[in-house]
């Protein structure tokens, strides 16, 4: 009944429609012709949608962003992680003559040929503006401990200069707070000044990542959390670490 809907639907919209029922047919019938979106129905197995869209993502890369799942209230959540994985659309099966157009159309759309969307992220923690103890008026201690958030992600940061010199060590983390499981593995993290990149390397298992970097005013990272979704995040101005000196008087 669904593909019947799903065909009468499209087929309205002036869409032309080619059902397959199994990952290998669907492969072999993208092979043999070009198609403008796939719309997939896991019929609750998970693995067989995991394993068709990880297929599409490895054969025919391109036409991955024009891949819409469907989605059982009993599946919901496995569906969401999947589509969030492969940064694809989703719809409700309850909803689908509701939503499947509307997602279609939007995957259409000119802006959607070029989908990369930048968040900015904003600081919610700076060690600077943190009052001091009481009874300490000062501190020659110029790291800098700084937390960024961009949606239900957080950014943390330790900026250390290092003494007798104009370099930067810099110790991040990329965090999930709404899925502490989540794992940022592979993200490229690049520090970018205003003259282009100046420093790239890829997050470790638990999302932690190190950078040594010349000081330079105008700095920022970029973090590319997937295909298109990155994240900047805008470093404060930092003071050169200062040598050490010693005298008498």
């Avoid at 989605?71 to 719809?91: M, T």
Wanted: hydrophobic fraction near 40%; charged fraction near 25%.
């Amino acid at each position: 009944m669904a593909r019947d809907d799903i065909r009468i639907l499209l087929g309205s919209a002036g869409c032309e429609c080619t059902v397959a029922s199994s990952v290998a047919q669907t492969l072999a019938t993208i092979g043999q012709k070009k198609f403008d979106a796939v719309v997939l129905d896991p019929q609750s197995s998970i693995s067989q949608a995991a394993d068709m869209i990880s297929r599409i993502n490895e054969f025919h890369p391109n036409l991955l962003k024009h891949v819409v799942i469907i989605a059982d209230e009993d599946s919901d959540s496995e569906i969401k992680d999947l589509a969030e994985r492969y940064s694809i659309s989703h719809v409700q099966r309850k909803f689908l003559l509701q939503q499947l157009l509307g997602s279609l159309e939007a995957l259409f759309r000119p802006e959607a040929l070029f989908p990369d969307v930048t968040h900015i992220a904003r600081v919610i923690s700076d060690s600077f503006r943190d009052p001091l103890p009481a009874g300490v008026r000062g501190s020659q201690d110029r790291s800098r401990r700084l937390l960024y958030a961009a949606g239900s992600l957080r950014v943390d940061l330790l900026i250390e200069p290092e003494a007798g010199s104009h370099r930067l060590a810099l110790a991040g983390q990329i965090l999930d707070s709404a899925k502490p499981d989540r794992r940022f593995d592979g993200v490229p993290v690049t520090l970018q000044g205003w003259k282009g990149p100046v420093a790239q390397v890829t997050a470790g298992e638990f999302g932690e990542f190190h950078l040594d970097f010349r000081f330079a005013a105008n700095i920022s990272l970029e973090l590319k959390i997937t295909e298109t979704n990155c994240i900047t995040v805008p470093l404060p101005v930092m003071e050169r670490a200062r040598r050490s000196t010693a005298g008498s008087s």
